[in-house]
């Protein structure tokens, strides 16, 4: 299995597709990392797919040098593991050669919220200018036309809206968690399902799988993660279930269990994402609101979560 070439490619219909909801042409991007934390986690591989408005498709990938252990639990995902790493470049550069790769181009990415989020704190240790694109995300383009009553009925819907699934949905082979196979993967995908969206609702549809715009993040508050909360860090790593004491949302002051998935930068200070086992829903919890935590000390049933980018930011 190669990391630097795939033998997934997009047709000219398929550009077609794509063009039409970005005439000024799109960077599809992935990376793989040492966790789901942005910010406490790093990226090892970057994955990057131009498509012009002339048609052209351009390529950009990178192995990076985390400096830090990868587990063998992470390894055994996308099957990189530090020694394949040794001789490759830190972030810095490679960091620095995909903005300018990227241009002013809007980028779209398979639960984009943690690319950006990847992609804004690696550019912030670095004190690299961030540069001026909006990021789209291709499940929640899948989630607005798939997640409806009569297609799940009329089975035209996945099961669930993971890139891998949705490959699978729409015959698209796929080395799954490869960087450079899930970046053609969610071009194509986006393709499929915008051939199938009405031409009325395509542009209704963009502007629902806007996810972030990099010029949000201008401060360092987005970045730094209080002291208290750094035993958290190893809680979220094993992702044990706890309890937060939290001031905001539906249910107002009140201890509520949650499965934690990662720590995200958000431009108005970082957050807790994870499961909400009062509603099963994937929520992002501003730490500041976080009065206190622990871990959970009775058991609760923890049903499987499909995909990470059904965000409900708890104020």
Request: overall charge neutral; proline content about 6%.
């Amino acid at each position: 299995m190669s990391r630097t070439s795939t033998d997934l490619t997009l047709s000219r219909s398929e550009m077609d597709q794509i063009l039409k909801l970005f005439p000024y042409g799109v960077v599809a991007i992935d990376l793989e990392t040492t966790g789901l934390s942005p910010l406490v986690d790093r990226i090892i591989e970057i994955a990057a797919v131009k498509i012009t408005p002339r048609y052209d498709i351009e390529v950009f990938h990178q192995l990076i040098n985390p400096m830090t252990d990868i587990s063998a639990a992470n390894s055994a995902i996308h099957g990189l593991n530090n020694f394949d790493l040794k001789d490759a470049p830190t972030l810095k550069r490679p960091m620095k050669m995909l903005w300018d790769f990227v241009g002013r181009s809007p980028l779209l990415a398979h639960n984009a919220l943690f690319d950006g989020s990847f992609l804004v704190k690696g550019s912030h240790d670095y004190l690299i200018d961030l540069p001026l694109s909006r990021i789209f995300d291709s499940a929640k383009y899948a989630r607005a036309l798939l997640k409806n009553p009569e297609a799940e009925a009329e089975g035209k819907a996945p099961k669930n809206f993971k890139l891998s699934t949705l490959a699978e949905f729409y015959k698209i082979p796929l080395n799954h968690h490869v960087a450079l196979d899930d970046t053609f993967a969610c071009l194509k995908v986006m393709a499929a399902l915008i051939e199938r969206t009405p031409l009325d609702k395509q542009v209704d549809f963009k502007e629902r799988s806007f996810t972030m715009a990099m010029s949000q993040y201008k401060k360092d508050l987005a970045f730094v993660v209080p002291e208290r909360f750094n035993d958290l860090k190893e809680l979220i790593k094993n992702q044990t279930v706890i309890e937060i004491h939290y001031s905001g949302g539906t249910v107002e002051d009140e201890w509520r269990p949650v499965k934690p998935i990662g720590l995200l930068p958000m431009p108005r200070g970082p957050v807790l994402y994870g499961v909400c086992l009062v509603t099963n829903m994937n929520k992002s919890f501003v730490l500041k609101r976080i009065k206190a935590f622990k871990v959970l000390d009775r058991p609760i049933p923890v049903k499987e979560v499909e995909d990470a980018t059904a965000v409900e930011i708890s104020e």
